[in-house]
């Protein structure tokens, strides 16, 4: 059973990986790509091809019937208010934790109070773009053959090189070893949000939502100040104490029980 979910996984990453590449050679190489509209929509597809992947996977593999169990596990099954709020909840506390800390150690403005409607369809894609992919199945099977210890360890490591293509159009402008820090820790809370919730993957779809609006509100990015990566850091370190005290809270639940 161990070499059937290795098998799905490697086909899952194998896609993961490979569709976005295609997209990325279509903008690079084929001028109708790189006009407005159909740019737009292949970034679109970009963002969404871990959620492609999985369905692909499981369609492939198991059939139409277990492609149906997987989708109402991760949206209809187990919802649990709870963390639908944590999730709405986390990134606030992040978000105002980071401007905190700017506003004190660095003495600048971070906020953006203009978004445009197109950054908003950006940002709502986030809802359901990724996370049926790298939590609802890439997490479901490693948890299946891995220490659960190392699964949020692997899937950050994966999920921050899984950007590649992002950064190679120039729309993602973090330090990468930064950023692979920060998918890291942000993996930490993802799979404590779904974990808890027996693998649905709503509350984990809303804090990445959330965690980019964040991102839009709060601009961190080193290239908004010259280069200066303070923010960045701050916002880094922020997240890591949100992870560290749910971390704890969980060890503290689990000996409780």
Known sequence: MEKEYNKGIKIFLIFSFTLPLISLILIKFIPFFQ???????IYGFEAITPSISAILVINILYGKKETLSFLKRSYVKNK??????????????????????????????????????????????????????????????LNKTLDKKFVPLLIGIIWSLWH??????????????????????????????TDQSKQNVIPAS???????????????????????????????????????????????NKRAR
Not at 166 to 192: M, R, V
Request: one cysteine or more; a neutral charge; proline letters at 3%.
């Open 35 to 41: 006009k407005e509209i159909p740019y737009f929509i």
């Open 80 to 141: 649990k208010v709870k963390y639908i709020l944590f999730a709405f909840a986390l990134p606030l506390i992040i978000g105002l934790l980071t401007y905190i800390c700017c506003a004190i150690f660095i003495n600048i403005s971070i906020l953006n109070t203009s978004i445009s409607a197109k950054k908003i369809v950006i940002l709502l894609w986030a809802l359901i773009a990724e996370e049926l992919g790298w939590r609802g199945f890439l997490q479901e099977n």
């Open 164 to 193: 590649y293509h992002f950064f190679l159009l120039g729309t993602i402008s973090a330090p990468i070893i930064l950023f692979t820090i920060s998918c890291i820790i942000d993996s930490y809370i993802y799979y404590w949000l």
């Open 206 to 252: 809303i804090f990445h939502f959330m965690g980019n609006l964040l991102f839009s509100i709060l601009l961190i990015y080193p290239d908004y100040y010259n280069g200066n990566i303070l923010p960045y850091i701050f916002y880094i370190i922020s997240t890591f104490i949100i992870m560290i005290c749910f971390v704890k809270c969980e060890s503290f």
